[in-house]
């Protein structure tokens, strides 16, 4: 934190960092379990931690990991994830939000 205030960054800079790696650890902590073809959360607590720290509603942040939803020429049709492309999409973001972060960084750091 100090090497970070040392460096030029703002103590609300440093506490989004902190939130977004937070965020990025809790969802190695989502699991999934499937119905027939459909998966659910198995459990909420790192979805609940997670939301807190990005300030989203967890049950939307839940579902945007088991549905997929695709538009094409003004319709939308809103699919069930099975659990495999659940754990991707959980995956797929952590690696965004990880990606995103790291650009700013570098950005910030330039």
């Known amino acids: ?14 506490k989004n ?16 379990a499937e ?7 198995e459990n909420m607590a790192p979805v609940e931690a997670i939301a807190d720290l990005l300030g ?3 049950a939307r942040l839940a579902e945007s990991m088991t549905y997929q939803t695709i538009t094409a020429r003004g ?6 994830l099975t659990r495999d492309r659940a754990l991707y999409a ?4 952590a690696k965004a939000l990880y990606g ?7 950005e910030r750091l330039n």
């Open 1 to 14: 934190y100090n090497a970070m205030l040392h460096m030029g960054f703002a103590a609300p800079e440093i």
């Open 17 to 32: 960092l902190f939130e977004i790696i937070a965020s990025i650890i809790h969802l190695g902590q989502v699991t999934f």
């Open 35 to 41: 119905r027939g073809l459909h998966s659910f959360v």
């Open 56 to 58: 989203v509603d967890d």
């Open 75 to 80: 319709i939308s049709v809103r699919a069930e």
């Open 90 to 93: 959980r995956d797929a973001l």
């Open 100 to 106: 995103r972060m790291f650009s700013w960084l570098v």
